[in-house]
């Protein structure tokens, strides 16, 4: 999915299904965007992301050795995407 405005762009890329149906967050790519990152906690950060005309919230942080990752989109209601909630723990990382 890409949105483009005004010589900026944000594009989400999803690989996969979570167990739940959704689609599962690859990546974030964004041209000419402003970014606002913040550290909410010690293990849980908050950015935001605005360009191609879209504003998205994404949380990511670390809970139970497992990494996990939101992303919603501040336009559209009940729009959102997870990432890599792994099965088993991140090396070396207790929580």
């Given at each position: 999915?890409?949105?483009?405005?005004?010589g900026?762009s944000?594009?989400?890329?999803?690989q996969?299904?979570?167990a739940d149906g959704?689609?599962?967050?690859?990546?974030?790519?964004?041209s000419c965007?402003?970014v606002?990152l913040?550290q909410?906690s010690h293990?849980?950060?908050?950015?935001?992301i605005?360009?191609g005309?879209?504003?998205f919230?994404?949380?990511?942080g670390v809970h139970d050795?497992?990494?996990?990752v939101?992303?919603?989109?501040q336009?559209?209601?009940n729009?959102?995407?997870e990432g890599?909630?792994r099965?088993?723990?991140?090396?070396g990382?207790?929580d």
């Amino acid at each position: 999915m890409t949105w483009e405005n005004n010589g900026s762009s944000i594009e989400i890329r999803t690989q996969g299904e979570l167990a739940d149906g959704k689609p599962a967050l690859d990546e974030i790519v964004a041209s000419c965007a402003a970014v606002h990152l913040e550290q909410m906690s010690h293990d849980h950060w908050w950015m935001g992301i605005e360009g191609g005309g879209k504003h998205f919230h994404l949380n990511f942080g670390v809970h139970d050795g497992r990494l996990w990752v939101r992303l919603s989109d501040q336009g559209e209601e009940n729009t959102e995407w997870e990432g890599d909630n792994r099965e088993r723990p991140l090396p070396g990382v207790e929580d």
